[in-house]
């Protein structure tokens, strides 16, 4: 598909005008979004900058909220070809499991069963692979971050309910 | 000057500078090397450690991987005309023909000289033009501070124009984006939605990192495995011979060394820019035009040295005015701030030494990634064997691991997950993402220059006509808007003719 065909998508304009829309809505929210009970006047405060820029991107997003309400012939919603993404959004999905797993599991257990699920869904899991690197991984991190870094994570939940 | 030069030479030396550019350009190479990760990635994925060094060091850890990164690039552009980083896609033009004749040694000696020349070069304009810059720049107000910030991000925005209306959407949600939390100057809450969390308002890091880190490895996630079975390279380190058989093109460095410089100087154009320019004009220049795009190693040596010039051309316009040429200053612009450093005119009189431990540390890393891959050429070029997938599952983990530990808040970690899915899209719909961290860079210098600037003129911005070199930019501003549009109507009409 060529680069202008790929541009063209109704995709980009929908994106477009979702953040044109999101703008209009800020703008017209603003004042209650931005404390302006201070003393200084208008072309000093706080508002007069974001007011700009909610116009600039609602003026950016105007050609596309038109092509999305008047579509050219050969518009389409087809992006790129690329398929649907489902890897992505399974890893993004891990990773914010992931996220919660530093609460609940700790760093060295929910980084080394991420690394051992994300690897496997990837194909990368031959023994070899599966075994030693979320092991050197996980190791790694724990040195940098807990022992060199002397970062703080929080303790896991699991611990306070095995200790109860 | 000599004094300070001096001074940086002794503190470039020190051993925990030494071993964070050694380590920078190592890293800078590898995810120079592996395509689909880039300077940007390798950078934003150590920005968390290097808030635990000083500022030379952490600048210094950085600035190898973002000088590193542009070596590394030109590698598998001449093995697989696949290049590393988009600027080594002119590289892979010659490279990869001169590979299939079975002289990859001389291709990548000319890209690896190119790559030396360019960068040395580059250094040695940047320290000799910096100063002159930041003394014009040393009677800058308010008013002419704004003029340059809009001048600025108009180029970045024209630098995109093909897709005007997304580029200024990216910049305005950049803008919004540095607006989040307490205002510094009035100290009143914007747009924090009554949580705690977003007082702190949105910092730069997680922004980089979710943005590049982790929306550039869910890119990674998805691309086929690569085939790597036809690197062929006779060596394991390069062929000493070679390199001084491409030495007969020193003018050629040289010419592109400059342009790359001057390109890199102007916010918003790119290395790509620059590759393209330095090889468009080395063509133009040369006695065998004809074997250019064939397999010339002239074609190669110009590419590198256009794009290997782009750090320290960047770095001009970063360090005098505090305005970040692209998206890879823009993050060493935030170690600068975080260190309570504050890129412009007056740092150059406040922090010489640093800035000449700066100078000194982009030579060695110069000359230390020309070493390296003398060197270690084979080891480094099997390194595309390694599987993107698994890299970016590895990438992903350090990367939110390494957002925590900056300011121990995993909300921080959200937001980097939550820029790593607008990251995502931005890419695949390839939407220029650049302006988005424009941006978020400059919206705090935007903002409070246009607040000083008005407060000048009494709420009037007439102030920024009234003074001559304000005027000057933003008259130079008109005309970066004005000219490309009647260039291509002009185009356009003589092409219905």
Redesign the interface.
């Known amino acids: 598909m060529s680069d202008k065909a790929?541009?063209s998508s109704r995709?980009?304009d929908l994106?477009?005008s979702l953040?044109?829309v999101f703008?209009a809505s800020?703008l017209i929210s603003c004042p209650w979004?931005?404390?302006?009970?201070?003393p200084?006047?208008?072309?000093?405060?706080?508002l007069?900058?974001?007011l700009?820029?909610?116009g600039?991107?609602l003026?950016?997003?105007?050609?596309?909220m038109w092509r999305l309400c008047k579509p050219s012939l050969n518009a389409s919603w087809y992006?790129?070809g690329?398929?649907k993404?489902l890897?992505?959004m399974v890893?993004?999905g891990l990773?914010?499991v992931?996220?919660a797993g530093?609460?609940v599991i700790g760093?060295e257990v929910s980084?080394w069963l991420?690394?051992v699920i994300?690897?496997k869904f990837?194909?990368?899991d031959s023994p070899l692979?599966i075994t030693l690197?979320p092991l050197l991984?996980t190791l790694i991190?724990f040195f940098?971050?807990k022992i060199f870094?002397d970062?703080?994570?929080?303790e896991p939940l699991i611990m306070g309910i095995f200790q109860e | 000057m000599v004094e300070n030069l001096l001074a940086g030479f002794w503190a470039a030396t020190s051993l925990s500078n030494l071993a964070a550019l050694f380590s920078g350009t190592l890293v800078g190479i590898i995810v120079g090397i592996l395509p689909g990760l880039g300077p940007m990635v390798g950078m934003v994925v150590l920005l968390p450690f290097s808030f635990a060094f000083p500022p030379n060091v952490a600048l210094s850890l950085l600035l190898g991987v973002f000088c590193g990164g542009y070596y590394g690039g030109g590698i598998p552009a001449i093995l697989l005309r696949t290049p590393g980083v988009p600027s080594s896609l002119v590289t892979s033009f010659d490279g990869y023909p001169l590979t299939q004749r079975g002289e990859a040694q001389i291709a990548l000696s000319a890209a690896l000289l190119g790559s030396f020349g360019g960068g040395i070069i580059s250094v040695l304009i940047l320290i000799f033009l910096a100063p002159v810059l930041a003394h014009v720049a040393a009677s800058f107000g308010p008013p002419e501070y704004f003029a340059v910030a809009v001048f600025g991000v108009v180029l970045v925005v024209m630098a995109f124009r093909a897709q005007l209306g997304r580029g200024i959407m990216l910049l305005g949600l950049g803008f919004f984006f540095s607006t989040v939390g307490i205002d510094g100057t009035t100290l009143s809450q914007r747009f924090c939605f009554g949580t705690l969390s977003m007082q702190n308002g949105l910092d730069i890091v997680p922004i980089c990192l979710g943005l590049f880190g982790i929306g550039q490895t869910l890119i990674l996630v998805e691309q086929e495995i690569m085939k790597t079975h036809d690197i062929q390279l006779s060596r394991s380190s390069l062929d000493f011979s070679k390199l001084w058989k491409v030495l007969k093109y020193w003018k050629t460095l040289i010419r592109s060394s400059v342009i790359g410089t001057f390109v890199g100087l102007l916010p918003g154009t790119g290395s790509i820019l620059a590759s393209f320019l330095s090889y468009d004009v080395a063509k133009r220049l040369s006695k065998d035009k004809s074997l250019f795009g064939k397999g010339t190693p002239e074609g190669c040596l110009a590419a590198e040295a256009g794009n290997n010039a782009v750090p320290a051309g960047a770095m001009i316009p970063l360090l005098t005015l505090g305005i970040p040429g692209d998206a890879l200053s823009a993050v060493l612009l935030g170690v600068f701030t975080i260190n309570g450093i504050y890129p412009g005119p007056l740092l150059l009189i406040k922090e010489p030494v640093l800035i000449s431990t700066l100078y000194i540390s982009m030579l060695f890393i110069n000359i230390a990634a020309f070493v390296m891959l003398i060197v270690w050429l084979r080891p480094f070029a099997m390194i595309v064997k390694v599987p993107g997938r698994l890299l970016a599952v590895v990438i992903m983990v350090i990367s939110v691991v390494g957002i925590y530990a900056v300011n121990t808040r995993l909300f921080d970690a959200g937001v980097a997950i939550a820029m790593g899915v607008l990251g995502y899209a931005l890419l695949r719909m390839k939407w220029p993402i650049v302006n988005l961290v424009m941006g978020v860079v400059l919206g705090e210098i935007m903002e409070n220059r246009l607040r000083q600037t008005l407060s000048l003129g009494d709420g009037s911005l007439w102030i920024v006509f009234q003074r001559p070199i304000s005027l000057f930019l933003i008259v130079l501003t008109c005309l970066i808007i004005i000219v490309p549009f009647v260039l291509d109507a002009r185009k356009a009409k003589k092409k219905i003719v």
């Open positions: 790929f541009s995709v980009h994106l477009g953040l044109g703008a800020m979004q931005v404390d302006t009970s201070g200084d006047p208008f072309y000093k405060g706080p007069i900058f974001p700009i820029l909610f600039l991107i003026a950016g997003s105007l050609p596309s992006l790129d690329q398929g993404s890897k992505s890893i993004l990773l914010i992931y996220l530093l609460m760093l980084t991420f690394l994300a690897l990837v194909k990368q692979k690197i991984i991190l940098i971050f870094l970062v703080w994570f929080p």
